[in-house]
Each structure stands twice: as structure tokens, then as C-alpha cells.
């Protein structure tokens, strides 16, 4: 009977022993590393817009060839997939009085991206324009005409025509 006590208080120190250690276990557990995560979001408006440093009525020379600068265009747009630009005229690209008219050709420097050789605008121009670095805090280009240089056989007065830039964020 002395054995078996023996043997049972053998028993019940080995099996304290894991329990022991677990709780050792546990005081090093502060040591261990960990982590938690922080999810952040945030959005920006889209803005897509062309602000004219064009004076609203600008008087061209009538008898040069040479390119007329008007002002500058200045594009911001932010949008992911860029814009579509669309240049016309009142007049489909003519100085009108009455019935009498004076083609001309529009240009647009700057940039790649915003840049039009001179054009006859008898019809709308549209160009899609990719998004740039440059585009989303103002790109400015120059906007000019060339006329045909002679003002033979015209009749005096005012001859007038409007152009219309307008962008689109696609």
C-alpha cells in the first residue's frame, strides 16, 4: 500500500509539472508580436474644366498669314481616363458679315496632348486627350488664328464668329 501512494504522488507531481509550465508559458506570451490594422479611404472630386485667358472679344489683323495669338486655355482635369476635347464654331470656321465670309484656320499650342495644328474648323474638332501629370494642376497652351491675309473684295464693317472649347471628362 506504501508503493501505491508512492506511485500516485509520482503520478500527481508529473502531471502538475505541464501545468506549471503552461503558466511560465504564459508570462512570455508578452513578448510575443503582434498587430492590428488601421483600413483608411478617401475620395477627391473629379474636376474637369477650361478656364479661357482669352480676352471675351479679340480683334484679329485681317492682312498677315502669320499666326495670331489669342490668349492661353488652361485645362485641369483629374479624371482617371482622361477627356474628350471639342473645338467649334459659330460659324463653321468663318469671320461672318451678312453674308459675307473670311475662312480662317485655328491652332492650339502646349503640350502634346492639347497641341492642334492649324485647322479649318467647317466642322467640330474632337480630340480625346489621355491623362497626364501636368493636366491635373493646370495645363496652359496657347490659342491661335491664321487669317488669310488680304481683305480685297471685302466689304468694310465688323465680321464676327465665336469659338467654343469644351472638354469632357470621360
Given at each position: 500500500?506504501?508503493?501505491r501512494t508512492l506511485?500516485?504522488?509520482?503520478l500527481l507531481?508529473t ?6 509550465a ?7 506570451g508578452?513578448?510575443m508580436?503582434?498587430s ?5 479611404r478617401a475620395?477627391?472630386p473629379?474636376?474637369?474644366?477650361v478656364v479661357?485667358g482669352v480676352?471675351?472679344v479679340?480683334?484679329v489683323?485681317?492682312?498677315t498669314?502669320s ?16 477627356f474628350?476635347?471639342r ?10 458679315r451678312?453674308d459675307?465670309?473670311i475662312a480662317y484656320?485655328?491652332a492650339?499650342?502646349g503640350?502634346?496632348?492639347?497641341a492642334?495644328a492649324?485647322t479649318?474648323l467647317?466642322s ?8 497626364f501629370?501636368a ?19 471685302l ?5 464676327e464668329?465665336?469659338?467654343t472649347v469644351?472638354i469632357?471628362?470621360?
Amino acid at each position: 500500500m506504501i508503493l501505491r501512494t508512492l506511485a500516485t504522488g509520482l503520478l500527481l507531481a508529473t502531471a502538475a509539472a505541464p501545468a506549471l509550465a503552461q503558466q511560465a508559458d504564459v508570462g512570455a506570451g508578452a513578448n510575443m508580436a503582434t498587430s492590428g490594422t488601421i483600413e483608411m479611404r478617401a475620395t477627391t472630386p473629379e474636376v474637369c474644366t477650361v478656364v479661357s485667358g482669352v480676352a471675351e472679344v479679340t480683334t484679329v489683323d485681317l492682312t498677315t498669314t502669320s499666326g495670331q495669338v489669342l490668349g492661353d486655355l488652361t485645362y485641369v482635369c483629374n479624371s482617371i481616363s482622361g477627356f474628350s476635347r471639342r473645338i467649334f464654331s459659330e460659324n463653321n470656321g468663318a469671320l461672318v458679315r451678312g453674308d459675307d465670309r473670311i475662312a480662317y484656320r485655328f491652332a492650339h499650342g502646349g503640350a502634346a496632348p492639347l497641341a492642334l495644328a492649324p485647322t479649318e474648323l467647317s466642322s467640330p474638332v474632337t480630340t480625346a486627350v489621355a491623362p497626364f501629370g501636368a493636366i491635373t494642376v493646370g495645363e496652359s497652351g496657347p490659342v491661335s488664328v491664321y487669317m488669310p491675309g488680304s481683305t480685297t473684295g471685302l466689304l468694310a464693317g465688323a465680321y464676327e464668329d465665336t469659338v467654343t472649347v469644351e472638354i469632357t471628362a470621360e
